[in-house]
């Protein structure tokens, strides 16, 4: 079975800093990956996501992540964090036709002024 | 634009109350899916609809079960509500078929506190 690790729980980066969240997946085959992202109260937006191809994928909101196979990751980067970025973020994987999605447990970004 | 709605933000239901949750979707899609969300726990799995009158239990179905009568509309029912069903409860729709896992489109979620 898929399983995904966020190893940080919460992170607090100053406005204009970069910023890095950590995702680690376990899956035998080639996943399909997805970043999420929550503001307060409300449901989740998609950010960006990795079927194939190019293992660096841009989405919305000036965000980036890097699939590697060989350490199983896929972090997701933005090189300068705005204070309408702090949110939840959310990790998820899915298989080939499985419809499905297992998420990560999330990391809460704080943004300092 | 994708549209998934969910009948109330938020819910105060007593203990041993029928509680049904409605979440309705605009695109047609065939996939509906039910989430709880808890602190630290991220999104886990209730319940999932692959079409109507299908569904299939996700990874905690235990005390809830689901209904699709209507392609657009996927309900969550908590048959008996207990306090350890307070949670966030998040509805999301995707494409089917194809051999490919979509991505998934939420709703606002419901916060339902089971006193």
């Known amino acids: 079975a898929q399983s995904v690790t966020q190893p940080d729980i919460h992170i607090t980066v100053s406005e204009g800093a970069s910023l890095e969240l950590r995702c680690n997946y376990s899956y035998g085959a080639t996943p399909y990956l997805f970043w999420y992202v929550q503001s307060p109260g409300q449901g989740l937006q998609l950010l960006l996501k990795?079927?194939?191809?190019?293992?660096l994928v841009q989405g919305i909101k000036g965000f980036e992540a890097e699939f590697k196979r060989s350490q199983s990751s896929f972090n997701l980067r933005k090189p300068s964090v705005h204070w309408s970025d702090a949110a939840e973020y959310f990790c998820?994987?899915?298989?080939?036709?499985?419809?499905?999605?297992?998420f990560g447990g999330g990391t809460r970004v704080l943004v300092k002024p | 634009d994708v549209k998934v709605t969910q009948s109330s933000r938020y819910l105060v239901k007593r203990t041993g109350e029928k509680v049904f949750l409605e979440c309705v979707q605009d695109?047609?899609?065939?996939?509906m899916f039910w989430y709880r969300q808890d602190p630290g726990l991220g999104l886990r799995l209730i319940y999932f609809?692959?079409?109507?009158?299908?569904?299939e239990k996700g990874d905690i179905p235990e005390g809830y079960s689901v209904s699709r009568e209507k392609k657009e509309r996927f309900s969550l029912i908590l048959e008996s509500a207990s306090t350890n069903q307070t949670s966030m409860y998040l509805c999301?729709?995707?494409?089917?078929?194809?051999?490919?896992?979509?991505?998934?489109?939420f709703g606002p979620g419901t916060r339902l506190t089971v006193t």
């Open positions: 999301a729709s995707s494409q089917g078929g194809g051999g490919l896992t979509y991505e998934q489109y």
């Open positions: 998820a994987v899915g298989k080939a036709a499985g419809n499905k999605l297992t």
């Open positions: 695109m047609d899609h065939e996939n």
């Open positions: 609809s692959y079409d109507v009158k299908m569904k």
């Open positions: 990795y079927f194939s191809g190019d293992t």
